[in-house]
């Protein structure tokens, strides 16, 4: 008896062991779970393969703005602002320190041209330096060429026999200088219908300089021209175009730039 006894008790030890072993284990299979959640999505992303699309750098080539806001590689970008800043200033500055001759002061900023360096073109009143009898300023179109260095010289210059009115003229009659050289709705119909019948080249209004009073209304307008014959590049005139009382409107005047 006593040793069934021994046998139970034995049996009941042996028993209780294997139950604390496995709560053992399984508690630390729970730790570890605990511990790290994630064990099993990381041992994931580091064997599978990448799904980012490559990143590929795109590069821009500059280019210039065309008359349609067509994209002309070379060529000139009509200036978003004709407003003449102070960094304009500075490079007439540097560009007139040799030049003889004539004073240039900038009106306008007509728009540049990258090459190697930059040009820029302006709308300017040009004095003679030496004042003969009786002379007055006269509109010009002027390029002026800036290196990489930041030298700046003047490369071409094209005066026209136009008198650039003074700023404090109000004479009856005058001209009176545009305060914004944007094109006007009525001076753009004008010279548009004014425009239609002119052969020998193509005229492109630039900028509004300026109106006159009369029976009806005188627009001064700068232009680009377009030899529509022989194609010889871009030229420079102010035409004067006539807007009578009746909605007519014709070209009275053209003064080449040269």
Not at 23 to 47: F, Y
Not at 59 to 87: F, N, P
Not at 243 to 251: F, H, I, R, S, T
């Amino acid at each position: 008896m006593k040793k069934r006894l021994c046998v139970l008790a034995l049996a009941g030890v042996m028993a209780a062991a294997f139950m604390g072993c496995g709560s053992s284990t399984s508690g630390t299979t729970a730790e570890k779970a605990a511990a790290q959640p994630d064990l099993i999505e990381k041992k994931s992303e580091d064997v599978a393969p990448s799904t980012k699309p490559e990143v590929v750098p795109v590069t821009t080539e500059a280019k210039e703005t065309g008359g349609d806001g067509e994209m002309i590689s070379g060529g000139w970008e009509q200036a978003s602002s004709m407003k003449v800043t102070d960094e304009h200033k500075e490079l007439f500055k540097k560009a007139q320190e040799t030049l003889a001759g004539a004073t240039y002061t900038p009106l306008a900023f007509l728009g540049s041209q990258v090459v190697a360096g930059t040009n820029y073109r302006f709308l300017c009143k040009m004095e003679a330096s030496v004042q003969e009898l009786n002379s007055k300023p006269v509109y010009a179109v002027v390029v002026i060429y800036k290196d990489l260095q930041g030298n700046a010289s003047i490369t071409e210059s094209y005066a026209s026999e136009v008198e650039v009115p003074a700023q404090d003229e109000m004479l009856v009659g005058a001209y009176d200088q545009a305060a914004n050289p944007a094109m006007t709705e009525e001076a753009t119909k004008a010279f548009d219908l004014a425009t239609k019948t002119l052969t020998g080249a193509e005229y492109k209004a630039v900028m509004l300089l300026g109106s006159q009073v009369v029976a009806g209304t005188n627009y001064r307008i700068l232009c680009e021209t377009k030899s529509s014959t022989n194609g010889s590049g871009t030229g420079w005139a102010i035409l004067t175009v006539y807007a009578d009382l009746k909605g007519n409107a014709e070209v009275s005047n053209i003064a080449e730039m040269k």
